[in-house]
């Protein structure tokens, strides 16, 4: 289920954010990236795939169908989006709150189809043992983690996660991307992630597509991308782009001081 996005331009009103986006053909089990400064318009351009906002003009593919003429419950099938701030009803458990958020695309009526795809989703992503506590009894991670498995759970084509390990300590932001990962490696959807963090983006992701102002700036493999000398011009910091002991690609950033001639690369 290949997603293309092309010449994509969107905003609010009359606000236009994008400017002609194109990202061509994500293959299924494809993990990319989408990193870029505050404000650079990647909470838009998800929103805009989700179809909670409408493009003036461009198209959104998945495998050659464009999704943009589907209505809202047909292009939530095909679409699961997670945006930075996800509620969960607090009176559920985890079990009944991941059960109503695959409801939501197939139908109230509760099959054992339904209760045993609720369970697979939680066994894959660590959370079983959490199955009959309340959501408003969670930490901060587990609750994230919930909010994906609630996005998984429908095994949607393309799977868009707008921040998701914002406000988690370390432990909480691996566990995540790890289960996100392993769960595009068992059901093969198209991933992506607004990162902030460049290392764990460098980690966990197969493509990078730099962001800013509403423009694509550069897209391609992370070793390419994070080498760019747009990293800096975007970020506004001096990198070093080395890879450590175990081969994993590692962004070495520090602040340019007054009177630094200008960007350097190793």
Known sequence: ??????????????????????????????????IGPNAAGKSTLFKTIAGLITPTKGTLTIAGEDVTQLGRKDRAKRVAYMPQAYGCNALLSVFES???????????????????????????????????????????????????????????????????????????????????????????PVVMAALHDLNLAAKFCDRLVLLRDGAILADGKPEHILALPQIEETYRVLTDLERTQRNVLYVDARLAHQGTAGPTHH
């Open 98 to 188: 991941v059960l109503l958020a695959l409801k939501q695309t197939t139908g109230w009526r509760v099959n054992n189809d339904n209760l045993d795809r609720v369970s697979d989703t939680l066994h894959a992503l660590g959370l079983s043992h959490l199955a009959n506590r309340g959501v408003a009894d969670l930490s901060g991670g587990q609750a994230q983690m919930v909010a994906v498995a609630q996005t998984i759970v429908r095994a949607p084509d393309v799977i868009l996660l707008d921040e998701p390990t914002s406000a988690l300590d370390l432990h909480h932001q691996l566990s995540i991307l790890t289960s996100v990962r392993n769960e595009m490696d068992r059901k093969k």
């Open 1 to 34: 289920m290949t997603l293309t996005i092309a010449n994509l331009s969107a905003g609010y009103g009359r606000t236009n954010v994008l400017q002609d986006v194109t990202v061509s053909n994500i293959p299924p089990g494809a993990f990319v990236g989408l």
